[in-house]
């Protein structure tokens, strides 16, 4: 049972480069979710998936978008990064009104 | 709107007692807590529901007061386990899922 996964763990990018990060989990969870977090701003939501087949906009989803693949899949596009999308990026799924479980994060460096 | 928390930071010496804030200018229907290792992702700690009721995690407890807009976390007999970034996290009105988070408060536990 690996929880949340996420690939990649590191990634350098250009400005103007695009990348697809991937989130899964097993946990059989109806909603997912992807948080950014940067030095002293805390975790703001870009968008969520409250079900297979929906996703919504969450506080700063300009510069994003995402796809729910199927129920364990949830991913997040940059099709043209800037240096302001450096940050960690935590997907995070849930149930009911449990709480959020996170995937361990990857970190992302726009030059 | 970002839920307050105070304080910022803290510093305590292991087996000492601390209690950590989150406030919000809009009502309130649910507190999420939750705590951050350095370099880790936020693990989930416990969530109130409307009602004040207290929960409880490992000696970490929480109270809500809804009536106030507010939640505290308090550690009881601090170990050397406890030290991270603990955050609040509060739903947006009308979306359960669409979770706001503090800033956070670094809590230090010294030997």
């Known amino acids: 049972n690996a929880g949340v996964t996420q690939t990649p763990k590191f990634q350098v990018l250009k400005t103007g480069q695009s990348m697809t990060l991937q989130c899964a989990q097993d946990?059989?969870?109806?909603?997912m979710y992807w948080y950014r977090q940067d030095p002293g701003m805390g975790l703001r939501l870009i968008y969520y998936s409250a079900s297979e087949g929906t996703t919504d906009k969450g506080e700063v989803p300009n510069g994003y978008n995402v796809s729910r693949l199927n129920k364990r899949e949830f991913s997040l596009r940059l099709e043209s990064a800037a240096p302001s999308q450096t940050s960690v990026y935590f997907c995070a799924s849930s149930e009911g009104t449990l709480g959020l479980y996170f995937g361990p994060g990857t970190r992302l460096l726009v030059l | 709107q970002q839920p307050v928390q105070s304080p910022q930071a803290v510093i305590l010496r292991e087996g000492e007692d601390a209690v950590i804030n989150c406030s919000s200018s809009?009502?309130?229907?649910?507190v999420h807590w939750y705590r951050q290792k350095h370099g880790e992702a936020p693990v989930f700690l416990m969530i109130l529901l409307k009602g004040g009721e207290q929960k409880g995690h490992e000696k970490i407890s929480a109270s809500f007061n809804e009536k106030k807009q507010q939640s505290s976390l308090y550690l009881t007999a601090s170990q050397l386990s406890y030290s991270g970034t603990y955050f609040c996290?509060?739903?947006?009105?009308?979306?359960?899922?669409?979770?706001?988070f503090g800033s956070g408060t670094q809590l230090t536990v010294l030997p």
């Open positions: 996290g509060t739903p947006a009105r009308g979306s359960a899922r669409q979770l706001t």
């Open positions: 946990m059989n969870h109806n909603s």
């Open positions: 809009k009502a309130l229907y649910s």
